[in-house]
C-alpha cells in the first residue's frame, strides 16, 4: 500500500512538472492562495444572511386590522385606547377629532417617544412640544401664533397619515339651578302670614271694644 502511495505522488510531481513548469510545493501555495482569493471574493460580493428574527418581531410585522369607528365617546372612555390592552386599537386625538395611530405604535404605544400623548386628546400639549401633564389637554386656549401654526401642521400630518375614527363628546358644565319653594315663596305685593295674623288680632280687639 505504501508502494502504491508512492508511485502515485511520483506519477502526480511528474504530471504537475509537465504540464505547469512548476514545482509542487509551488503548485499547491498558488492552488491555496486561489482558494483563499476565491472564498474572500465571495464573501465580499454576496448578501450578507437575513437576520433571525424574534417572536415579536413577527407578530409586528403581522398586517394591522382595518380602523374600527368608535363614533362620538368621551375623554374618559378614549383612556382605554392608549396602547396597554394590545388587543385594542391605539387612539389619540388632535382637536378634538380622534385618529387611529395602530400603525405608528413604535412612536405613540407604551415606550414611544410620544407614549404620554396615546389615550388623549394632547393638542395643547403638540403645538407647544410639551411633556408636562399640564399640557395633556385638548384646551388651546391663550397659544400663540406660532405654537397655533405647529398644531395645525400635527393635524396636517395626521389627515395625510392616520385614519379618523370618532370625535370627543363636548362636556356641557352643569349649572346649578336656585332652588324655588313654590309654598312658601309669595308674589311680590302679596302679604306675609305674620301681617296676616296682625291683622286678625286687630280686628279680634276692635270687636271686643264694641261689646263693651
Sequence with gaps: MAVGLGDLWATLKESIISYTGLSPATFFSVLALAVAFYYTLSAFFSPPPPPRRSREDFEEAQPLPPPVQVGEITEEELKVYNGADPKKPLLMAIKG????????????????????????????????????????????????????????????????????????????????????????TKAEGEPSESTVDNAEASEASLGDSHKE
Design 97 to 184: 377629532q380622534i385618529y387611529d395611530v395602530s400603525q405608528g405604535r413604535m412612536f405613540y404605544g407604551p415606550g414611544g417617544p410620544y407614549a404620554l400623548f396615546a389615550g388623549k386628546d394632547a393638542s395643547r400639549a403638540l403645538a407647544k412640544m410639551s411633556f408636562d401633564d399640564k399640557d395633556l389637554t385638548g384646551d388651546i386656549s391663550g397659544l400663540g401664533p406660532f405654537e397655533l401654526e405647529a398644531l395645525q401642521d400635527w393635524e396636517y400630518k395626521f389627515m395625510s397619515k392616520y385614519t379618523k375614527v370618532g370625535t370627543l363628546k363636548k362636556v356641557v358644565p352643569v349649572t346649578e339651578e336656585p332652588v324655588v319653594e313654590g309654598s312658601n
